[in-house]
Structure formats: structure tokens, C-alpha cells
T-cell receptor, first 121, second 115 residues
């Protein structure tokens, strides 16, 4: 299958440790998104890449969070000095976008991966 | 900023009952609208989407949604639910105003279908 994959699926860490998650988008999807989902809430937007460029970051993404997509394919999300409030499901999504040219939101649809559940003790 | 409201947090229905889940959004301009579903233990899946044209949109598994612009609503419906429809349903909206626009999700509605 060529769906969005995420690794690991679960991560338990102690407060203060650093964690890194990986997302592999659907092949040939230009756009990649990170979301956070806490209990009882819908996914909340964190950041977005078009190819390797990080084009938007939410105010939810504090300085302890960093995301990269170095070759325009897979992406990593790192959280430094984790806090208990970081415990959540971290979702990755990708969308086809357009190969070059201006973004056309009118036909772009995001496809989600299974998520990484982070528990900070 | 745009927001999405899903009025029902938890809905319990018997099999064969009809379903309608409410969704309202706050943005007054042109929008794209989505319903995603998350079955137990699975990831978010696209159920249906509205971009333009016919406001009655049909999705997978017999679901449909109607976009009513005057009411800022995009309610999800299914005439007869099955036990396998037990899942959490998320409505989402995106401004269609050129360039990149983020998708905003509602808080979700948990549907429990009793056999």
C-alpha cells in the first residue's frame, strides 16, 4: 500500500527527553502536514511543507518543536525537552498539490497517516 | 479565524435508524468542506468532500452531506446506519480564497450504533 505511514506508532518518554517522529507521505504528494490531536478534540494544525519548504507554522508550534522535510519526501517532527502537556496523538497528512505552479486549494485533499501517540510521563 | 462546530458530541443509534450529524462553520467566504471518519483503531479517512457545484455530496458507504450556504452548514446524513458505522466523525472546513489555506477541524462526534 502507498498510504501515509508514521513511525513509531507509540512513544512513551520521560519529561525533559527529546523525541523524534517520522512521516512518509504518499509518493509524489508535494504537500505534507503535521497535526496534533488531544482527547476530545479534532486535529489541530501544526505546520505545512510544500516539497522541502516549510511554509506555515501554527502558534501551537513552540520553540521546542521543529519539523523538517529535507529532500521533499519524508518529514520528521522533533520535540525537545518534552513536557506532560505534549502528550497527544501526532498526525501526519499529505496531499497531491500541484507539481510546481501556484497552490490550488480548490482541489487539494489531505490523506492522513495512523499517527504517533506520545505519552510524556 | 474560521471555526467549526459539531453540535453532537456523542450519538447512540440503533441499527437501521437514520443519522444526521450537524456541522456549522464560521467563515463567510467561499469554503471547501470535508467529513472525515475514524473507525476504532484506525486512522482518519476521507468520507466525502465539497468543493463546488451540486451542494448535495455523496460519499462512501452510503453517506451524503448537504452544503447549505445560507446556514453555514454541512450536515452529514445516512438513511440507515449499520453497526459498522460506529466511529468518530469529524467535520472540517478550509477557506477557498487563493493560495494555501489551512484546514480547521471540529471536535468530532462519536457515533455508537447498537445492533
Amino acid at each position: 500500500d502507498t498510504g501515509v505511514s508514521q513511525d513509531p506508532r507509540h512513544k512513551i518518554t520521560k519529561r525533559g527527553q527529546n523525541v523524534t517522529f517520522r512521516c512518509d507521505p504518499i509518493s509524489e504528494h508535494n504537500r505534507l502536514y503535521w497535526y496534533r490531536q488531544t482527547l476530545g478534540q479534532g486535529p489541530e494544525f501544526l505546520t505545512y511543507f510544500q516539497n522541502e519548504a516549510q511554509l506555515e507554522k501554527s502558534r501551537l508550534l513552540s520553540d521546542r518543536f521543529s519539523a523538517e522535510r529535507p529532500k521533499g519526501s519524508f518529514s520528521t517532527l522533533e520535540i525537545q525537552r518534552t513536557e506532560q502537556g505534549d502528550s497527544a496523538m501526532y498526525l501526519c497528512a499529505s496531499s497531491p498539490g500541484l507539481a510546481g505552479g501556484p497552490y490550488q486549494s480548490s482541489t487539494d485533499t489531505q490523506y492522513f497517516g495512523p499517527g504517533t501517540r506520545l505519552t510524556v510521563l | 479565524a474560521q471555526s467549526v462546530s459539531q453540535h453532537n458530541h456523542h450519538v447512540i443509534l440503533s441499527e437501521a435508524a437514520s443519522l444526521e450529524l450537524g456541522c456549522n462553520y464560521s467563515y463567510g467566504g467561499t469554503v471547501n468542506l470535508f467529513w472525515y471518519v475514524q473507525y476504532p483503531g484506525q486512522h482518519l479517512q476521507l468520507l466525502l468532500k465539497y468543493f463546488s457545484g451540486d451542494p448535495l455530496v455523496k460519499g462512501i458507504k452510503g453517506f451524503e452531506a448537504e452544503f447549505i450556504k445560507s446556514k453555514f452548514s454541512f450536515n452529514l446524513r445516512k438513511p440507515s446506519v449499520q453497526w459498522s458505522d460506529t466511529a468518530e466523525y469529524f467535520c472540517a472546513v478550509r477557506r477557498n480564497s487563493g493560495g494555501y489555506q489551512k484546514v480547521t477541524f471540529g471536535t468530532g462526534t462519536k457515533l455508537q450504533v447498537i445492533p
